[in-house]
């Protein structure tokens, strides 16, 4: 596709320079047979340093009071793979992917891996067709980010082991299964301490230990942070 209007409308930024938006929407494989066009990866390179620095940004401005291990851990739930390439998804940007011909195309445009790549990639030719304009990127990120910053991305079973291990508190989960209507049901503690701090019955054992942790972690969250 030559017309980037539509791309251009979901982005929310019009380019200056189309060769630009273009090498960052061409796939290494193409420039392989195209010697004479660049591909992304210094683009993706360059939107994958300044996303890290916006959403860290973003989300020291959103939740002052939040300390730096959460902060820290929610950053890396929106900077990720899954993530960009969800957004990719929406923009389509893989509709405008240039590759090389033959069988590779699909599995090329398939993967969340070049998903991600690619919509870094135009996040670095936005920055650098906007004369490094952060403040224009950083909004253009908080719009294709904002349905995400309502999620909850902490692995609260970690931060929990990860803290008391810090600081010699024991941590541990005993779980019992038992059979009920021929499904498997699990009744999981939670012990701090050697002392019993919660339980609950749930279908799965690794499910049961994460909600747990997140219920512990929530009610006990200024006391550890």
């Keep these: 596709m030559n017309d980037f209007s539509e791309l251009e409308l979901a982005i929310g930024y019009i380019f200056h320079d189309k060769t630009l938006l273009r ?39 959103t939740f002052p009071d939040m300390k730096e291990e959460f902060l820290t851990k929610f950053r890396a739930g929106l900077v990720q793979e899954k993530t960009f390439a969800e957004i990719a998804d929406k923009l389509r940007l893989t509709d405008y992917l240039r590759t090389s011909g033959g069988k590779q ?18 996040i670095g030719a936005v920055l650098l067709d906007s004369d490094k304009n952060i403040a224009l990127v950083k909004k253009i990120a908080e719009t294709q980010l904002a349905p995400y910053f309502h999620q909850d991305f ?17 941590v541990a989960f005993q ?13 999981v503690s939670l012990w701090i301490n050697g002392a019993e ?5 749930s279908d799965g054992k690794k499910k049961a230990e994460k909600e747990l942790a997140k219920n512990y972690f929530q009610k006990n969250f200024y006391k550890l942070f």
């Design 175 to 187: 779980s019992e299964e038992s059979i009920v209507d021929k499904k498997s049901v699990f009744h």
């Design 197 to 201: 701090v919660a339980s609950l019955d």
């Design 23 to 61: 090498q960052a929407l061409t796939h290494p494989s193409y420039s392989n047979e195209h010697k004479d066009c660049p591909h992304y990866e210094r683009l993706e390179f360059l939107g994958d340093a300044v996303l890290d620095y916006i959403v860290g940004l973003i989300l020291f401005e």
């Design 154 to 170: 902490t692995d609260y079973k970690s931060v929990l082991l990860e803290y008391c291990a810090k600081r010699g508190i024991t």
């Design 105 to 122: 195309v699909r599995e090329i445009c398939s993967s969340s891996a070049v998903k991600c790549d690619i919509f870094e990639s135009v």
